[in-house]
């Protein structure tokens, strides 16, 4: 029985680095990292050897993606998760969008706030920004930065993103405590997390031009033969 052969295009960035490493982005850009002088052969069978775990990775992203709202009219927009007729001009939107997103966020952390007893004395207030990379951040100084788009996706979604902000003003980084106290002062977070992710894919992950993204960094589009 023949194999079944499937063509995909992966992005490959050499730099400064001692292993190979295969990336699948929610927006089903596979991203190869490898060290600057590895042959394309010794990459290319490090690549058959995950065949199954990009083919599985890929299957989710796309699974993911298609359970997305998508816009299919003109003047449409997505609103907590919903999407909605945007009767006004063009021009009015941000404006909106920036308020909307403002009340939404401090209704969160409002609600969310208290479950950090003393420490969420250290909350020095909020600022929205609309960002191409990031949900949100926070400072040393308590300065909580959340992303404008955060509008657009359902409310628990939002609402994990400022949780996990929160709880940066008492962890400044990602180790077990953090993710305890994330989930503690929201226990839904898991959940809502994993959902945001499908709406990063679109919002903030997707790139219409097909090139890597900053974040990815440069590199060259080569094509991947999964045989499976």
């Known amino acids: 029985m023949s194999q079944k052969v499937t063509v995909e295009t992966y992005q490959l960035v050499r730099s400064k680095r001692s292993t190979i ?23 290319e069978s490090f690549l058959q050897d995950r065949v199954v775990w990009i083919q599985d990775r890929l299957a989710k992203a796309r699974q993911t993606l298609q359970s997305l709202p998508a816009l299919t009219n003109p003047g449409e927009v997505h609103h907590r998760g919903a999407v909605m007729q945007w009767p006004y001009s063009p021009s009015r939107f941000a404006t909106w ?14 609600e969310l706030l208290p479950g950090l007893g003393v420490h969420g004395l250290r909350y020095n207030g909020l600022k929205l920004r609309r960002m191409r990379r990031r949900w949100g951040s926070c400072s040393y100084s308590g300065i909580i930065v959340l992303n404008t788009l955060l509008v657009r996706v359902p409310d628990h979604c939002s609402k994990a993103v400022v949780a996990h902000e929160l709880a940066h003003l008492v962890h400044m980084n990602h ?36 090139r890597a993204s900053k974040s990815i960094g440069r590199g060259e589009r080569r094509e991947l033969r999964l045989l499976g």
């Open 21 to 43: 490493a295969v990336e699948v982005h929610p927006d089903l850009q596979i991203v190869v990292r490898a060290p600057r002088w590895t042959p394309l052969r010794e990459i």
């Open 97 to 110: 969008e920036k308020a909307e997103a403002e009340r939404l966020c401090l209704d969160h952390i409002r």
């Open 175 to 210: 180790g077990p405590a953090f993710k305890r106290q994330v989930v503690e002062l929201y226990p839904d977070y898991l959940a809502a997390n994993k959902e945001l992710d499908q709406w990063t894919s679109m919002l903030l992950s997707a790139n219409p031009n097909g």
